[in-house]
C-alpha cells in the first residue's frame, strides 16, 4: 500500500528566498505525481503533474522533479513572494490505486 | 468551461440528521473522487466512482455513508444520522480519463458542520 510522506511540515522563509519542498512516497511503481496548492479554507489548485517517465516539470517560478528510483519528488520556488503562502500537498497515484496525498507542507513567506 | 461545483459551500446538522453533498464535474469528467480533510491533515480517500457505478469505495464507512454517480445530475455523497466526528471538509475531484496522464480538479468543498 502507497504511503507519502512530506518534509518539512512547516516552513517560514522571507521573502525572496529560494526554497526547497519534499514528497517521499514508498512504492516507486508509480504512474504520475502531481503537486498541489491550497489556501486556507479552500479547495486545491494542480500546480504541476510528472508522468512517471519524466524527471522534471516547470512552470513559471516553480519546478518539480521526480526520482522514481528513491521514491521522491522536490517542489523548488523560486524568489518566493507572500502571496506563495499556502499549504503544498503532493499526490500519486499507482496503478490500481486511487490517488494518494501526502499530509501537506505549510509555508509561510514572510514580507 | 466551469470548474468542479460543489455545493453547499457550508452546511450545518444536528447529530441524527442527514447530509448530502453534491458534486458537478467539469463538462467531459466521468470519474468523481470525494475526499475528506480534517483539520491540520491531509485528504482521505473516501469513494472513487464513474458513471453510475462505484469502482472504489474502501475509504468509506461501511455503515451511514453512501455515494453515487447518475447518469444525469452530479455526484451525491450521503451521510446518515450524522455524528460530530463527521464534522470536516468534504472535496470532491474529477478527472477526464485514467492512467499515466490522469489529472485532478478539485472543487472548493463543503464544510460540514455537526452540532
Known amino acids: 500500500k502507497q504511503e507519502v510522506t512530506q518534509i518539512p511540515a512547516a516552513l517560514s522563509v522571507p521573502e525572496g528566498e529560494n526554497l526547497v519542498l519534499n514528497c517521499s512516497f514508498t512504492?516507486?511503481?508509480?504512474?504520475?505525481l502531481q503537486w498541489f496548492r491550497q489556501d486556507p479554507g479552500k479547495g486545491l489548485t494542480s500546480l504541476l503533474l510528472i508522468q512517471s517517465s519524466q524527471r522534471e516539470q516547470t512552470s513559471g517560478r516553480l519546478n518539480a522533479s521526480l526520482d522514481k528510483s528513491s521514491g521522491r519528488s522536490t517542489l523548488y520556488i523560486a524568489a518566493s513572494q507572500p502571496g506563495d503562502s499556502a499549504t503544498y500537498l503532493c499526490?500519486?497515484?499507482?496503478?490500481?490505486?486511487?490517488?494518494?496525498f501526502g499530509p501537506g507542507t505549510r509555508l509561510s513567506v514572510l514580507p | 468551461n466551469a470548474g468542479v461545483m460543489q455545493n453547499p459551500r457550508h452546511l450545518v446538522r444536528r447529530r441524527g440528521q442527514e447530509a448530502r453533498l453534491r458534486c458537478s464535474p467539469m463538462k467531459g469528467h466521468s470519474h468523481v473522487y470525494w475526499y475528506r480533510q480534517l483539520p491540520e491533515e491531509g485528504l482521505k480517500f473516501m469513494v472513487y466512482l464513474q458513471k453510475e457505478n462505484i469502482i472504489d469505495e474502501s475509504g468509506m464507512p461501511k455503515e451511514r455513508f453512501s455515494a453515487e454517480f447518475p447518469k444525469e445530475g452530479p455526484s451525491i455523497l450521503r451521510i446518515q444520522q450524522v455524528v460530530r466526528g463527521d464534522s470536516a471538509a468534504y472535496f470532491c475531484?474529477?478527472?477526464?480519463?485514467?492512467?499515466?496522464?490522469?489529472?485532478?480538479?478539485f472543487g472548493s468543498g463543503t464544510q460540514l458542520s455537526v452540532l
Open positions: 475531484a474529477s478527472s477526464p480519463d485514467q492512467g499515466t496522464n490522469e489529472k485532478l480538479f
Open positions: 512504492d516507486s511503481a508509480i504512474y504520475n
Open positions: 499526490a500519486v497515484k499507482s496503478d490500481g490505486q486511487n490517488f494518494v
